[in-house]
């Protein structure tokens, strides 16, 4: 069994009345919602449900704003993709954060290749998007900006409204990657001025393999998949019923605890900030206050945030990330961390926590006691 779990970002468990609520989904009312028969119907039904639910979690104008995928990363190359191969005629520039997950820069690195121009906006130190360079670099022919809400590496939230005033300033689209923030803190997609918007499923404590893109009322993208065409025909294939089901409950469920869950959240973070900053030569990453409520992320010099996360697994049971697990395994230093301004010996020491529904306040101190002791055991042995 797992000790203290402390990233709900990169994973987290489904909530039980989640499991609960889509059960049925997996055994009795499997039917495929493209289907005529009244198991389909029934299966439309509740696919349609999950929609409505999705689209008041984001304040989106209806249902049909809301394009069912496997989760984040389809999304976000479904909005990149499909937005600059609809508009490539307008033009051919490119916009993105240089902090954006790499399922939003590699749909548009690869882009790149077919004769677009990748342009990527600078942020500061704590990681916020620098708006007077945005303004200088958007043009008429930037077809597709992105920005995201909050980032899962450093926990900085973004000026989005303001970005989307530049943005819509020259009347061109703002995609927004939400995937870190839905769930968390309040997304409005009207009130934000958003016009396609990527969230996803697990973040929200509903099952794996479920997320969504809107897309604005008006707003015309190209689909990426081609088959059966479900979702409009931008996203083909049978929908994964059970997960999308969940999906939908997590989000109508989010909806109604955010406040309070975020709440008690925060309060844990700062405390969890407080005392592992008491460590020395230790380091809040992102922004101290515009950050997600259940983030607390950190740099230590002198040693590696592999062996951090390993120590503290092997010998705490506790689970920490060392910032995107999607490319902790290549090694390479956080792009995020650099792009920061960290050096790369800098960016190597860095240790994510990211909490969640079963963090509770007592894990605080035996938390900071054991990075503590393994940030101490491991600069005794440091070659660094
Ligand atoms: N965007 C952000 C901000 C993320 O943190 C992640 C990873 N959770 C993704 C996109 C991609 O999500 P997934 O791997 O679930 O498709």
Redesign the pocket.
Same mark, same amino acid.
């Given at each position: 069994m797992y000790g203290i779990y402390l990233d709900y970002?990169s994973a987290s468990p489904v909530d039980p009345r989640v499991r609960e609520f889509a059960d049925r989904y997996l055994t009795k009312e499997f039917g495929n919602p493209s289907a005529l028969h009244s198991c389909g119907l029934a299966a439309r039904a509740a696919l349609e449900e999950a929609r409505s639910k999705v689209a008041e979690l984001i304040g989106a104008e209806g249902p049909e704003t809301i394009v069912f995928t496997a989760? !984040?990363?389809?999304a976000?190359n479904l909005a990149i993709r499909g937005l600059a191969q609809r508009n490539a005629a307008k033009g051919k520039k490119l916009l993105g954060s240089s902090i954006e997950?790499i399922?939003v820069l590699n749909p548009m690195k690869d882009l790149k290749k077919g004769g677009f121009d990748l342009s990527l906006v600078p942020v500061d130190g704590a990681g916020v998007v620098d708006l007077a360079a945005l303004e200088g670099m958007l043009s008429k022919e930037t077809i597709l900006t992105s920005v995201?809400y909050a980032n899962?590496e450093i926990g900085t939230i973004q000026p989005i409204r303001e970005v989307s005033n530049l943005v819509h300033g020259k009347g061109l689209f703002l995609h927004v990657?939400a995937? !870190?923030a839905c769930g968390k803190i309040p997304v409005d997609v009207q009130k934000d001025g958003i016009d396609l918007l990527?969230l996803?499923s697990?973040d929200l404590y509903g099952p794996q393999g479920a997320?969504a893109l809107y897309v604005k009322p008006g707003v015309r993208i190209q689909p990426v998949l081609f088959g059966g065409g479900q979702e409009r025909g931008l996203w083909s294939g049978t929908e994964n019923l059970f997960a999308l089901a969940g999906f939908g409950e997590a989000a109508r469920l989010a909806k109604l605890e955010m406040a309070e869950e975020s709440q008690r959240l925060s309060a844990i973070r700062d405390g969890l900030i407080k005392e592992i900053q008491k460590i020395d030569e230790s380091y809040l990453t992102g922004h101290p206050k515009r950050r997600l409520p259940g983030h607390a992320s950190f740099r230590f010099r002198r040693i590696e945030g592999e062996s951090i996360l390993l120590t503290l697994d092997a010998m705490f049971n506790i689970q920490v990330s060392t910032g995107s697990a999607?490319s902790s395994r290549t090694l390479e230093p956080s792009h995020v961390l650099l792009a920061i301004g960290l050096k790369h010996e800098e960016a190597h020491g860095s240790m994510v926590m990211t909490l969640g529904k079963y963090s509770n306040p007592d894990q605080i101190p035996v938390v900071a006691q054991a990075v503590s002791q393994t940030v101490q055991r491991l600069r005794a042995i440091s070659a660094l």
């Amino acid at each position: 069994m797992y000790g203290i779990y402390l990233d709900y970002q990169s994973a987290s468990p489904v909530d039980p009345r989640v499991r609960e609520f889509a059960d049925r989904y997996l055994t009795k009312e499997f039917g495929n919602p493209s289907a005529l028969h009244s198991c389909g119907l029934a299966a439309r039904a509740a696919l349609e449900e999950a929609r409505s639910k999705v689209a008041e979690l984001i304040g989106a104008e209806g249902p049909e704003t809301i394009v069912f995928t496997a989760g !984040a990363t389809e999304a976000n190359n479904l909005a990149i993709r499909g937005l600059a191969q609809r508009n490539a005629a307008k033009g051919k520039k490119l916009l993105g954060s240089s902090i954006e997950h790499i399922s939003v820069l590699n749909p548009m690195k690869d882009l790149k290749k077919g004769g677009f121009d990748l342009s990527l906006v600078p942020v500061d130190g704590a990681g916020v998007v620098d708006l007077a360079a945005l303004e200088g670099m958007l043009s008429k022919e930037t077809i597709l900006t992105s920005v995201m809400y909050a980032n899962s590496e450093i926990g900085t939230i973004q000026p989005i409204r303001e970005v989307s005033n530049l943005v819509h300033g020259k009347g061109l689209f703002l995609h927004v990657d939400a995937t !870190a923030a839905c769930g968390k803190i309040p997304v409005d997609v009207q009130k934000d001025g958003i016009d396609l918007l990527t969230l996803s499923s697990n973040d929200l404590y509903g099952p794996q393999g479920a997320g969504a893109l809107y897309v604005k009322p008006g707003v015309r993208i190209q689909p990426v998949l081609f088959g059966g065409g479900q979702e409009r025909g931008l996203w083909s294939g049978t929908e994964n019923l059970f997960a999308l089901a969940g999906f939908g409950e997590a989000a109508r469920l989010a909806k109604l605890e955010m406040a309070e869950e975020s709440q008690r959240l925060s309060a844990i973070r700062d405390g969890l900030i407080k005392e592992i900053q008491k460590i020395d030569e230790s380091y809040l990453t992102g922004h101290p206050k515009r950050r997600l409520p259940g983030h607390a992320s950190f740099r230590f010099r002198r040693i590696e945030g592999e062996s951090i996360l390993l120590t503290l697994d092997a010998m705490f049971n506790i689970q920490v990330s060392t910032g995107s697990a999607c490319s902790s395994r290549t090694l390479e230093p956080s792009h995020v961390l650099l792009a920061i301004g960290l050096k790369h010996e800098e960016a190597h020491g860095s240790m994510v926590m990211t909490l969640g529904k079963y963090s509770n306040p007592d894990q605080i101190p035996v938390v900071a006691q054991a990075v503590s002791q393994t940030v101490q055991r491991l600069r005794a042995i440091s070659a660094l």
